[in-house]
């Protein structure tokens, strides 16, 4: 389900039941690593969070640094309101 080297690689299973009775298995929530602040971005009309991801950490994978620094926001199409304030940490190499 994840490639090889996704952060999501070494995260627990979690087994539930559904409401049928039906065994569900899940990955837990992955708590977001502390990340150090390299600046504050405002969005503006027409921001895509890839777009955002290469023009800071010349990588449009990385869009996840974006939203783990930005925890307060659910998901990540929230991150985009023009205007709203985004914290963009410093890029990890990993």
Known sequence: MFFDGSR???VPDAAFTDGQGRPVTLKRTREP???ELALVYTVREGD???QLANKFFHDPRKWWL???AN???LAPDQLLVPGRTLRIPKDRRA
Request: glycine content about 0%.
């Open 71 to 73: 925890p307060d926001v």
């Open 48 to 50: 895509r969070l890839d």
């Open 33 to 35: 690593v502390a990340t």
């Open 8 to 10: 999501y690689e070494r």
């Open 66 to 68: 974006i939203a783990d």
